[in-house]
T-cell receptor, first 113, second 112 residues
Framework: KAGVTQTPRYLIKTRGQQVTLSCSPI?????VSWYQQTPGQGLQFLFE???????NKGNFPGRFSGRQFSNSRSEMNVSTLELGDSALYLC????????????FGQGTRLTVV | GQQLNQSPQSMFIQEGEDVSMNCTSS?????WLWYKQDPGEGPVLLIA?????ELTSNGRLTAQFGITRKDSFLNISASIPSDVGIYFC????????????FGKGTHLIIQP
């Protein structure tokens, strides 16, 4: 069965712009979580969506938002990009909310210049 | 946010050697997980631990959930070249409201 698909794989944006990243979970999985990975801070939890609702949220500013559609696909949006937003953004899908059996996608590498 | 203290940061070993790495935390976790990440890929779940004191194996990998619920270790026996990568520990509190809390990773390098 197909794994977690994230698009695009690479993205370059300018400071102040906004960006939307997409994640298609494994078929049948209803939970999608987003993580930011940087060399300095490591992997940090952004938020989790389940049944089209944000259920859990990490400690990130309001510029980071997301949504989930009825087919469980999720998008993450970052507005007013800052240089420090350059990172690998990973999404993970799981069958249940808060499940540890989470499968990660390959990530979207965002570079802000 | 809080992170787990993972050590060592990197390891240089010879093929065939055993490897040991660990994670500690100042707070309790209900689940401990170990992931491996290869360059250009997302983390892959290796082992999940759900009970304090639990010892679980997955092939040449063995991990334990510390009895205090504040630590975990991962051992790799008889390392092979494909073991190269970055290993992350992760903890999950009850309900998962904070998502997974990750360590900063152990970079495993195998010398020829």
């Amino acid at each position: 069965k197909a794994g977690v698909t994230q698009t695009p794989r690479y993205l370059i944006k300018t400071r102040g712009q906004q960006v939307t990243l997409s994640c298609s979970p494994i078929s049948g999985h209803r939970s999608v979580s987003w993580y930011q990975q940087t060399p300095g801070q490591g992997l940090q939890f952004l938020f989790e969506y389940f049944s089209e609702t944000q259920r859990n949220k990490g400690n990130f500013p309001g510029r980071f938002s997301g949504r989930q559609f009825s087919n469980s696909r999720s998008e993450m949006n970052v507005s007013t990009l800052e240089l420090g937003d350059s990172a690998l953004y990973l999404c993970a899908s799981s069958f249940r909310l808060g499940s540890t059996e989470a499968f990660f996608g390959q990530g979207t590498r965002l570079t802000v210049v | 946010g809080q992170q787990l203290n993972q050590s060592p940061q990197s390891m240089f070993i010879q093929e065939g050697e055993d490897v040991s790495m660990n994670c500690t935390s100042s707070s309790i976790f209900n689940t401990w997980l170990w992931y491996k990440q290869d360059p250009g890929e997302g983390p892959v779940l290796l082992i999940a631990l759900y009970k304090a004191g639990e010892l679980t194996s997955n092939g040449r990998l063995t991990a334990q959930f510390g009895i205090t619920r504040k630590d975990s270790f991962l051992n790799i026996s008889a390392s092979i070249p494909s073991d190269v990568g970055i290993y992350f520990c992760a903890g999950l509190r009850g309900g998962g409201a904070d998502g997974l809390t990750f360590g900063k990773g152990t970079h495993l390098i195998i010398q020829p």
